[in-house]
Structures are given as C-alpha cells and as structure tokens.
C-alpha cells in the first residue's frame, strides 16, 4: 500500500504571482484517493508565495495521508515541498518527509545548484543533474504551464527530475481528450495522458496508470486512474480554491 500511494503522491505532485499565467497565489487542491472502492487517503496540493533574503519564491506544498481503516493499518503521511524560482520554476531546495507508523521515518533535503548541475541530499550526497532539472512537485506544476491544445495523440510532454536520490525522466503521453464525470463536482472535459512507467510487479501494462487534466487555461489534474496486479486506486478532485480561471464543471 505504501508503494501504491508513493506513486500516486507522484503523479499528481503529476504558482503564484502576476509571472505565471496559468497558477493562482494561494492555489488549493483537494482530493481524495480510492482503492478498491474505498476511501484510503487524502492529498492536497498548495502554493504560496514566500520571500527569503530578499527574493521571491514559489512554494509548492504536496500532502498526503491515509484515512479511516487503511490508516489504522498502514497510518502513513508523505510531504513533499520545493521553493523555486518565480519564472523558471527551477527548485532552489527542495525536501521529503515521509512517516509510516512509528517503524518507518525519512526527513530528507535536497539543495539544487543549476549552474554547477548538482543536487545535494542529505540522504546520499551530491549528484550531477541535467541542465533542467526539476524536482517532482515542481515538475507536476511545470507541467500545467505547456501548451496542450495543439497536442497529438501520441505525442509526449517531458522533464527531467530528481526523485528517489536519482535522476528521473517524467514524461507524459498524450492519449486524447474527453469528458469525465468526477463524482463531487460533475462533468468536465479533460486531456487524457498515460505516465511513461516501467511494467513491474506493482502495474498490469504500460497504459495501466492515467491522468485527467482540465482541457482549459488551469490544466488542473482532477484525476488519476492505475490498475493493479490486484484490484484498482484512483484519485479524484474533490474541492479547489483560488484557481486563475473559472472551472466549467457540469451537472
């Protein structure tokens, strides 16, 4: 289980001021995350903006933790946050916080130098990084700012990040785009995009992970579909605050 919600943590995690055209300050996204019909777990993803000697930098929160009966089994809570540069959205430091019951506890930083091409971890030390680079929060955000309207099927989104002390490509395929019905909100239309992963004992086939991002100017994710060796998880949007555009959801 613990596997599992890494993974959709993410996908999802698959800013603030008048230089980003897509992201409100003070964005606030809810969701709630399903496995095998059940409740599991809660994930919100935050931005702010906060100003450290002098300069301004986008903060970008993702939390998440299990809820109700997979909680008092699994009880884990993950954190990820990054502060980056207002327009490249380059992580300046980044961290990963990360508890399971009291048997399992990870707190680690990561500071990012782009001109040398390094990022240090207190976990295991300095790496040579590509020239854009990216952690995952900051990737999944960097994400919302391409232009997806012109997109083909087939045709692939990627970044480079740094995620599980390694370098990391993310990449996302486009599938097509469609209308999906999110059970708290209602009906709105979505591009459709299946994560570039490696087939493993946790996935059934390549195309076993999808993403729902608003088809419109916010290309928000309200949803995040995976099937598994055993049984099904989605995560879905279940409220948003403060985002830059009016959302067209429909009865």
């Known amino acids: 289980m613990k596997k599992i919600l890494t993974l959709l943590f993410s996908v999802f995690c698959i800013v603030a001021n008048s230089q980003n055209p897509v992201i409100s300050p003070n964005e606030k996204l809810d969701y709630e995350i399903y496995y095998a019909f059940v409740t599991g777990a809660h994930m919100t993803l935050q931005t702010e903006t906060v100003n450290e000697n002098g300069k301004t930098l986008y903060h970008l929160i993702a939390k998440g933790n299990t809820v109700g009966l997979i909680d008092k089994i699994y009880n884990i809570m993950e954190d990820y946050e990054a502060w980056t540069d207002p327009e490249t959205l380059k992580p300046v430091r980044a961290l990963k ?23 240090t971890s207190t976990n295991s030390g300095t790496h040579k990084i590509p020239q854009e680079c990216y ?8 994400i919302r700012m391409t232009d997806m309207k012109n997109l083909k099927s087939g045709q692939q989104i990627k970044f480079d990040t740094f995620f599980g002390e390694e370098n990391w ?3 996302l395929q486009y599938v097509k785009t469609e209308t999906v019905k999110i059970p708290k909100l209602g009906k709105i239309q979505c591009y459709k995009f299946i994560p570039v992963v490696e087939v493993s004992g946790v996935f059934t086939a390549e195309d076993a992970l999808s993403i729902w991002i608003t088809a419109d100017d916010n290309k928000i994710p309200v949803r995040a579909q995976m099937s598994l060796m055993v049984g099904s998880a989605k995560v879905d ?8 555009f009016p959302l067209n959801f429909k009865n």
Do not use: G
Not at 103 to 114: G, S, V
């Open 237 to 244: 949007l279940v409220k948003y605050q403060n985002v830059k």
């Open 135 to 142: 952690d995952i929060v900051a990737a999944c955000y960097k």
């Open 97 to 119: 916080n990360v508890r399971e019951s009291a048997k399992y506890k990870r707190y680690i930083t990561y500071t990012f130098d782009h001109d040398a091409q390094t990022v």
């Open 169 to 171: 490509p993310l990449v």
